[in-house]
């Protein structure tokens, strides 16, 4: 077997993995899509409570006028 054959034979199979490995990736994005989804950016949101740790409690509509930006998320 001859260098070139086996470089061009190289270059083959490294794409074929490549073009694999792109598939499972689409579908890998795919599956991890939530069937749900929130609500748009600027919408209005009910009024809530919540318990701070300092004793007080945060309420949103007190909250009215100011740029807010809330995380809803946990960590583990």
Known sequence: MTWKRAW????CV????LLFDSVLAQERTRRRQPGWQGPPIGAVVED???PLVDGGTFKLSDQRGRILA????ACT
């Not at 061009?8 to 270059?11: D, E, K, N, S």
């Not at 490294?14 to 993995?17: E, G, K, N, R, S």
């Not at 809330?70 to 998320?73: F, H, Q, S, T, Y």
Request: charged share 15%; net charge negative.
């Open 14 to 17: 490294c794409l074929v993995l």
């Open 48 to 50: 809530f409570e919540l």
């Open 70 to 73: 809330i995380e809803m998320g």
């Open 8 to 11: 061009t034979g190289l270059v």
